[in-house]
């Protein structure tokens, strides 16, 4: 199995790039094929949940987290990309950039809201730009469709700082969760 998908299964997040706050892909030798191949699989969420940063979260994580969070509504911008991709649609950004109308600052604003706030998601791997980067195609709830949530969520709150206490603090957690 994945390493990534083993430490996710187990931990429940982790960060793309080295930081103080949380465990990062390299902190714990993965690399973006790992990456790559999760999303493809629809074994991993990527959002920028925790501090707006690249986050990934594995399926229970995501589950748990939007079952906990409020949503929160959208923005303009954040609308008009929705809006493409809220029927089943998935595109990359060049296409959504074009097609929503907006400029650079607005699609970039919009985009990083539906990331922070689980709208939206890496379906699946784009076009590969170099070793360690590539595109994505978005999409809304077809991520969900792809990768049900594997049992009823009960004690949401409760079980996902089960998880996420290993490596995260009550403050951590609070703030990812909206306090609760």
Do not use: H
């Not at 379906?123 to 590969?128: A, D, E, P, V, W």
């Not at 996902?160 to 609760?180: A, D, H, K, V, Y």
Request: hydrophobic share 40%; net charge neutral; glycine share 6%.
């Amino acid at each position: 199995m994945n390493l990534l998908l083993k430490y996710l299964q187990k931990y429940g997040i982790l960060l793309c790039n080295t930081n103080p706050d949380l465990p990062a892909l390299e902190d714990i030798g993965c690399g973006w094929g790992d990456v790559t191949e999760l999303i493809d699989r629809q074994e991993l969420f990527y959002c920028k949940a925790f501090r707006k940063r690249t986050t990934y979260l594995s399926k229970e994580t995501y589950y748990l987290l939007k079952e906990v969070r409020q949503k929160k509504p959208l923005t303009p911008s954040a609308q008009r990309i929705y809006a493409i991709l809220e029927n089943g649609a998935e595109a990359e950004t060049g296409f959504l950039k074009a097609v929503s109308g907006l400029d650079g600052k607005a699609y970039r604003e919009g985009v990083d809201f539906l990331l922070q706030n689980l709208y939206v998601t890496a379906l699946r791997n784009g076009k590969l730009l170099n070793e360690s980067w590539s595109t994505f195609l978005y999409a809304a709830a077809e991520w969900e469709k792809c990768a049900p949530a594997a049992v009823p969520i009960e004690n949401a709150s409760e079980r996902l700082w089960e998880i996420l206490s290993q490596t995260m603090t009550e403050r951590q957690f609070r703030s990812l969760t909206g306090g609760r």
